[in-house]
């Protein structure tokens, strides 16, 4: 494939983004990458940055489902440390390396619509989780507008809904929709782990390849946790367009060529469909 026309969204986060270290080398692969003819589209989380902020903030953090109950005081400290605090450094850093990143939330450019997400239960109740949302619709233009003029997009997975209300979208499930819409050739999506594992405390059960037919068969026996929305996302980005789908270990910056070239087939868990 001829690299100048390969698009690869990444995804980025986790406790990985804390250590300024890596985060520095994990970058300087992403310039490698661009300055090759790769064109890059970053979305990343920030869980670690939002606890801190909503601590700060004396508000307590409750889980549900895997979400972060989310009211409309607390949305704007979520906001605050997203697209001021991890997107801003993001962005800073990649310009520092000589590129030109613009830092986007799915708010601008009506990139993303989001609509209110509902939490069900064991019992199959529906709880109200609050201003959670779901990907409802991407409109990846202004994405399009960035790459054709040479800028690598960082963007993070906030969003507002036809009703007004900004959601706080899962930044997994926000880059598999991302990845599909825009007919990624690869989808990255980068964790503090090799991969899916069949068993997490033997790095030799790695699972190298995956259909997503099989994803359902295999949730919260071999899926379980933080991998439950990355496979989740992975399965999306395949359905709706994106090329490949691997997940890889974000704190070995130098897996990020080598899963790119295909050099090494143990690298990551490819998805198939």
Same mark, same amino acid.
């Given at each position: 494939?001829?690299?100048?026309?390969?698009?690869?969204?990444?995804?980025?986060?986790?406790?990985?983004?804390?250590?300024?270290?890596?985060?520095?080398?994990?970058?300087?692969?992403?310039?490698?990458?661009?300055?090759?003819?790769?064109?890059?589209?970053?979305?990343?989380?920030?869980?670690?940055?939002?606890?801190?902020?909503?601590?700060?903030?004396?508000?307590?953090?409750?889980?549900?489902?895997?979400?972060?109950?989310?009211?409309?005081?607390?949305?704007?400290?979520?906001?605050?440390? &997203?697209?001021? $605090?991890?997107?801003?450094? %993001?962005?800073?850093? !990649?310009? /520092?390396? *000589?590129?030109?990143?613009?830092?986007?939330?799915?708010?601008?450019?009506?990139?993303?619509?989001?609509?209110?997400?509902?939490?069900?239960?064991?019992?199959?109740?529906?709880?109200?989780?609050?201003?959670?949302?779901?990907?409802?619709?991407?409109?990846?233009?202004?994405?399009?507008?960035?790459?054709?003029?040479?800028?690598?997009?960082?963007?993070?997975?906030?969003?507002?809904?036809?009703?007004?209300?900004?959601?706080?979208?899962?930044?997994?499930?926000?880059?598999?929709?991302?990845?599909?819409?825009?007919?990624?050739?690869?989808?990255?999506?980068?964790?503090?782990?090799?991969?899916?594992?069949?068993?997490?405390?033997?790095?030799?059960?790695?699972?190298?390849? &995956?259909?997503? $037919?099989?994803?359902?068969? %295999?949730?919260?026996? !071999?899926? /379980?946790? *933080?991998?439950?929305?990355?496979?989740?996302?992975?399965?999306?980005?395949?359905?709706?367009?994106?090329?490949?789908?691997?997940?890889?270990?974000?704190?070995?910056?130098?897996?990020?060529?080598?899963?790119?070239?295909?050099?090494?087939?143990?690298?990551?868990?490819?998805?198939?469909?």
């Amino acid at each position: 494939m001829n690299n100048s026309k390969k698009l690869v969204v990444i995804k980025y986060g986790g406790n990985a983004m804390l250590n300024d270290e890596l985060t520095a080398k994990l970058l300087e692969k992403v310039v490698e990458m661009h300055n090759s003819g790769i064109k890059i589209v970053m979305v990343h989380g920030g869980g670690p940055f939002i606890k801190k902020n909503l601590e700060l903030a004396g508000i307590e953090s409750e889980f549900i489902g895997g979400h972060r109950k989310t009211d409309s005081n607390s949305i704007k400290y979520i906001e605050m440390a &997203l697209k001021g $605090e991890v997107n801003g450094k %993001l962005v800073r850093e !990649i310009n /520092k390396l *000589g590129l030109k990143a613009v830092g986007l939330s799915g708010k601008d450019g009506r990139l993303a619509t989001a609509v209110k997400r509902f939490h069900r239960n064991e019992n199959d109740e529906e709880i109200d989780i609050g201003q959670v949302g779901d990907v409802e619709i991407i409109s990846p233009e202004i994405i399009n507008l960035l790459l054709e003029n040479n800028f690598i997009p960082v963007i993070t997975s906030i969003a507002s809904g036809n009703d007004g209300k900004d959601y706080n979208i899962n930044a997994d499930m926000f880059a598999g929709h991302l990845a599909g819409a825009l007919k990624a050739d690869d989808f990255l999506m980068l964790t503090d782990v090799d991969g899916l594992m069949e068993n997490p405390d033997n790095p030799e059960s790695l699972i190298k390849e &995956l259909n997503i $037919e099989k994803i359902n068969g %295999l949730l919260y026996k !071999i899926i /379980k946790g *933080g991998m439950i929305p990355k496979t989740e996302a992975c399965k999306i980005a395949l359905q709706s367009g994106a090329g490949s789908a691997i997940i890889l270990n974000g704190t070995k910056p130098e897996h990020l060529f080598e899963v790119m070239q295909h050099k090494n087939g143990s690298i990551g868990t490819r998805f198939i469909k």
